[in-house]
């Protein structure tokens, strides 16, 4: 199996899983992107995977089904014109034809529907948690958004993850202010700097380096806690408060 970027508007990836001659895209804003990659690698299109309703990740549906009329998995929580196969949490998706089987993680914040995808080794995340960062919440809580953080945080540390854009850099900067001492974050930080110089993506990213360099998945690190409680302005007492305080504060940096 291989896991192809496809890079699509400004920053977005939408990932492309091929294994033989079949494929399957998550999160298709634009259809261009896949239907040449598909025509130039004489890949059959298998089925498409949407993680929430945002345009940016489902804008191309209607181009695609009109060439290939496949199975479209999504969230049972969000009204997506296309999706014939809803999933909530828990759920189980089979695509025999490339012989993968993700289970659905309902991870609402960004918003309310979201779904992500787990194969072991796999985490297709959508906006929810990004390398070095996570999304913004715009129908969710910000506790809402935390737990569903910690249940990806939670899964075994070598899952790579597959955030749907590049925005490695910005919040890897956000992470200094937010934890200015941690080697680890600034050896990655200088890592990803080259790799974007060369034109490369950052992702995937693992689910063992987000719990070291990402200050989202690090609320309950005293460090953390100290510079987003200066930033709020008062004491902040547990890890979802500090969540809070650094959505906010990310907010307006
Ligand atoms: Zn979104």
């Given at each position: 199996m291989q896991i192809i970027p496809l890079p699509a508007f400004s920053d977005n990836y939408i990932w492309l899983i091929r294994e033989g001659r079949h494929a399957v895209v998550v999160d298709?804003?634009?259809a261009a992107p896949v239907l040449e990659y598909l025509q130039n690698n004489a890949l059959r299109l298998a089925a498409v995977l949407i993680t929430h309703h945002h345009a940016d990740h489902v804008g191309g549906l209607p181009a695609l089904l009109a060439e290939y009329p496949v199975p479209v998995y999504g969230p049972r929580r969000e009204a997506i014109?296309?999706?014939?196969?809803p999933l909530d949490d828990r759920d189980h998706v089979s695509i025999e034809e490339l012989g993968l089987a993700f289970e659905v993680i309902a991870v609402p914040g960004h918003t309310l529907g979201h779904i992500a995808y787990y194969t072991p080794g796999h985490l297709f995340c959508g906006d929810t948690l990004f390398c070095g960062g996570c999304g913004r919440i715009?129908?969710?809580t910000p506790a809402q958004l935390h737990a569903s953080l910690e249940r990806l945080a939670a899964l075994p540390a070598e899952t790579q993850v597959y955030c749907?854009?590049?925005?490695t850099l910005p919040n890897l900067r956000f992470a200094r202010l937010a934890e200015p001492a941690n080697a680890a974050r600034e050896a990655f930080l200088a890592e990803c700097e080259r790799l974007r110089d060369a034109g490369?993506?950052?992702?995937?990213?693992s689910v063992g380096r987000e719990r070291q360099i990402n200050p989202f998945l690090r609320c309950s690190e005293p460090a953390i806690r100290t510079t987003a409680s200066e930033q709020a302005g008062h004491p902040l007492n547990n890890a979802p408060e500090v969540f809070a305080a650094l959505r906010e504060w990310k907010n307006r940096a």
């Open positions: 298709p804003g634009d014109a296309g999706v014939d196969r715009f129908e969710g749907a854009h590049e925005y490369r993506p950052t992702l995937p990213s």
